[in-house]
């Protein structure tokens, strides 16, 4: 037994995790959950009962150059992967911003980049090899096995353990990002941005002040590949932290770092034009010390707002944040642009991500926010979030998690893989 604690620390327990060498009916239970470097921020895999199953790392690539594909270990990490490429001048968009993260992860949590606009990780992926102890080894593509595929896309590792799988890539016109700097005041200009944008990268964060009457303050970043030059370096292993100081308790304290680090932002990118493209698609990665700052507990909900329906929601959005002030230390928007199957967290609309500390204001604020939400038809992340369960898939995913769930039981029989999400689902 190992004592875990999910990363916003709604997760605490002891859990059994077999590190799995060599694949074998023998070392699964009646109960199965699957888990890559569990680095994720939720709790989501982190089942009391039964095993979780993690595969032991090791990396085998087999690149392609001519047809512009990589095989790859599922419990590769995605750091790993980015490197590798980066000497090959091939590069992935839709990989995720954090990359202590695995490929087998990414696959079963439908993860996606600072361009999910072009898709998220499951559009890429051609073929995948899976064990799942009720069936054995099985290849999955859009050709064979191509239900148990789309399942276990976005599939949050209910068809079983994910073994390899085959990614598509592209070629890497620079490692150098030409950078533009804009400044917003409310988020209906940036969505209005973003969406007819073409470029590679717009990242933007927005920091509140309910004290004045435009209470978002917002900079967005955007990018594109400038002159043609190579510089090749690999990403440095920086780990976020369990531990948390909880500084952004302080709501005077927050804004004082906030407003810190927005003007340090500005002049970096003064005085810096161009950045690297590790700096590019891993933002997460130079945040550690922002999930230090924060306290024992707070929850990322991410959800899509339809395109149509974004202007009437962000008015509605904003009276609730004024009514309620959570204590938000993050907020910022994705532009999404496919729909998919099954519950994978993509369709054609904004998303807004917003990191909420819990305080006495969290609870009204998550109620009415998930009220609005439900209003508007609005989809939600689901393996972000430790305090999502089936009550909430039910209510936003409707026929699709019936059908899912359908689907799974027929694959799932003597032994069962679940999580946290979908602890119980035969009864």
Partial sequence: MQNKKSIDGFFKGNVCISNLTRIHKKKFSRLNSVIGEGNSISGLPFIKKGVI??????????????????????????????????????????????????????????????????????????????????????????????????????????????????????????TNIKIENYEFNNLLDCYKFMKQSKQIYNQNSFTINYTKEKIFLGRLISGSFN???????????????????????????????????????????????????????????????????????????????????????????????????????LLHLKQFAKNNKNLAFTANGLAIAVHIIKDKNFEIFLKKLIELDLKFKCKLNLYKNSLVDKLLIKKFYRKKYIIFLNKIKKINKKYLFTNNIFVNYLN
């Fill in 53 to 174: 199953q993690k595969l032991e790392k090791k990396n085998n690539f087999v690149l392609d150059k001519k047809k512009k594909f990589i095989i790859v270990n599922a419990n590769a990490r995605i750091v790993d992967v980015h490197n590798f490429l980066l000497k090959n001048k091939f590069f992935c968009h839709y990989f995720p911003s954090y990359p202590y993260v695995t490929v087998g992860g990414c696959i079963a949590n439908g993860s996606h980049g600072i361009a999910p606009k072009l898709g998220i990780f499951t559009d890429f992926v051609e073929e995948i090899t899976i064990y799942n102890p009720n069936f054995g080894y099985k290849k999955l593509s859009k050709i064979k096995n191509k239900n148990i595929f789309e399942l276990t896309k976005s599939g949050l590792g209910m068809t079983g353990v994910i073994l390899n799988a085959k990614l598509k890539i592209f070629e890497l016109p620079s």
């Fill in 227 to 329: 002159k043609k030059e190579f510089f090749i370096k690999n990403i440095k292993n920086i780990k976020i932290s369990k531990i948390r100081i909880g500084l952004f308790n302080f709501f005077f304290i927050k804004n004082l770092i906030f407003n810190l680090i927005f003007l340090l932002e500005k002049f970096k990118i003064y005085f810096r034009k161009n950045q690297h493209i590790n700096d590019i698609l891993f933002t997460s990665n130079k945040r550690t010390l922002y999930f230090s700052l924060m306290p024992s507990k707070f929850i990322e909900y991410q959800n899509i707002i339809p395109d149509k329906k974004v202007k009437k929601y962000l008015k509605e959005f904003e009276k609730i944040i004024k009514l309620h002030e959570p204590n938000i230390t």
